[in-house]
């Protein structure tokens, strides 16, 4: 017997290629194919973009987005333009991909990663505020990840009451 096996390299393979096809395996390997830095937040709400069109049952779902963050692992600072990246997908595939990153965030509380917990906590209420007021201005979204546990809960119990970006800005200020 004789077998002949092709090899592929995924680092050798663009992501970009991959942004259509309607497979989960494509989704979850585009997270270790050949990504610029500038480009790790994109890719990363682009896998999961592409995971919530599958339509794929909860547990194959959560297994696949689970490879996708950890192989796809973002600093802080990409973890904000993430944030940004998923403000900008379509409104119902956003909702989606929400739910998967606030289920990661909830399995991080559930470890006890106190600075999983708040990290979680600061991108769920970015999202939130994104959702409710549209992208928010750079500076907007660092004085909300500066604000102490105390004000973090503060501006949660307020989030009804706000309806523009500039709202929320007069609040900043007002601490």
Do not use: H
């Not at 990663?113 to 939130?128: A, K, N, T, V, Y």
């Amino acid at each position: 017997m004789n077998f002949s096996y092709r090899v592929i390299q995924l680092n050798q393979l663009y992501w970009r290629d991959f942004l259509s096809q309607p497979n989960p395996v494509a989704s979850a390997l585009m997270a270790k194919m050949q990504i610029a830095p500038e480009d790790r937040p994109r890719v990363k709400a682009e896998c999961l973009r592409l995971l919530v069109t599958l339509r794929l049952d909860p547990a194959r779902m959560q297994l696949i987005s689970g490879f996708i963050d950890t192989y796809l692992n973002l600093s802080a600072e990409e973890e904000r333009a993430f944030t940004l990246e998923v403000g900008q997908i379509e409104p119902a595939a956003q909702e989606q991909v929400m739910e998967i990153v606030t289920s990661w965030m909830e399995r991080g509380i559930e470890q006890g990663l106190e600075q999983g917990r708040r990290e979680g906590e600061l991108s769920l209420l970015l999202r939130l505020l994104t959702r409710m007021l549209g992208t928010l201005p750079p500076e907007v979204e660092v004085q909300v990840r500066g604000l102490a546990e105390a004000q973090i809960e503060q501006l949660t119990d307020r989030l009804p009451s706000l309806t523009t970006v500039d709202e929320l800005r007069s609040w900043l200020n007002e601490l």
